[in-house]
Structure formats: C-alpha cells, structure tokens
C-alpha cells in the first residue's frame, strides 16, 4: 500500500529546515564566543549546551515540559500573551532545536578551534575589524567543519522523537511528523504505513549522511 497523505513528511521537512536555521546561527554565535573567550564558569555552561545529546530524549521532553507547560515559567508568560507551546508544531520545532543543538555546536567549536590563529592575527595587524576578520577569514576557514554541523543537525531533527512526542504530542496533521506517526502506525497495527514512513526517513537520512561524506571527501581530494 502506497501512503498518499504525505503530511508526516512535510511537517518533518518544515520543522527540521526551521530548527536547523536557528541552531545553525546559535550555535555559530555561542562557538566563535565559547571559542574565544575564558569565563569563570565555562566549563558548565559547555557542558549544559552538550546535555541534552546524552540524555534521553524523554527527559529532554519532560524538561521542555516543565518549562513550556501551562505551569512552567515559561509556559505561564506565553499563556499570558495568549500563546501556547504544548500540542503545537511550536512545540515540534523547540524540541528539536535543543536535541539537536549540541551537534551543531561541538561541529561549530571544533571548526573554530582547527583554523590557524597565525592568520586571524595577520588579519588584524592589516587593521581588519573583528566583524571583517570573522566573514572574510574565520568563517571561510571554519565552513567545512559548520556545514557538517548544519547537515548533521537536520538530520537529527529529522529524526527527532521522544522529546516531540513528550512537548508536542500526536495530533494528526498538525503534530504527526514523520518519527511520531511510524510509532503510532506500529501501534495501531499498520505495518505498510510504517514501513512505508521508515523507508522515507532512512532515504532522507542516508542521503544527507551520503552527501556530506561525498563532500568532505572532495574537498579533502582538492586540499591536496
């Protein structure tokens, strides 16, 4: 049986692209600070932002729950202003970004340690601005190692499930994307569907995955 309601995929594709653009420029942000800094505290605040890609993605989703429910800090002030996060594709969005964030930011810190200090300094001494020297030298340098952090992190939200089913719940056409509705399809005894929906995500996750190993390789081939 072929599935003709692709709505698991669009919302998956939507919020995947949506949380990976806000990780992508958050964590390129908190890693060129993180990497060119030293603060009392350091050390714990890295260690907070690489949490949640050790813990379970439930007690990621039950974190985000305590915060964004109608009882949680955040969730009150939203509810005041009328919005809510619970049950919502909001919620979907949120969940990945913070599960996903961590890849994004480890790739991000790892791309700005590896670039050669000695030519961001030359940069300055020709009297480049920080502003110049980070998009003409430090971001040219550091784009390999940030595009793998971009695809990896898509990837991840792509696939992200115990903390969207914990915040956003499963709410046919609205929340359902593409990890949710394989489970539920499980549960509801419809192997065709799900096998149909795991035969998309692992497509999708092999190809980005595929891509990103293609690329590295090539530019490793013209490094050379």
Known sequence: MIETN???LLLSLKVAALSTSFVFVLGLLLAR?????????????ESLFVLPLVLPPT???FGLLLLFG?????GKLLAELGMQVVFTLTGAVIASIVVSFPLMYQS?????????RRLENAARTLGASEWRLFWTVSFPLAWPGLLAGFVLSFARGLGEFGATLM???YIP???????????????????????????????LGMGTTFWL???SRRNQRQGR
């Not at 991000?108 to 050669?116: E, G, L, P």
């Open 6 to 8: 692709l709505t698991p």
């Open 33 to 45: 600070l993180m990497t060119q800094r030293d603060f009392f505290g350091k050390n714990l605040l």
């Open 59 to 61: 007690v990621v989703g």
């Open 70 to 74: 109608k009882n949680g800090l955040i």
């Open 108 to 116: 991000a810190v790892a791309a700005f340690t590896s670039i050669d």
């Open 167 to 169: 915040l956003a719940g």
């Open 173 to 203: 056409g609205k929340t359902d994307t593409l990890p949710v509705a394989i489970y539920f399809a499980v549960e509801a005894g419809q192997m065709d569907k799900a096998l149909f929906w795991v035969i998309i995500i692992v497509s």
């Open 213 to 215: 190993n293609w690329w």
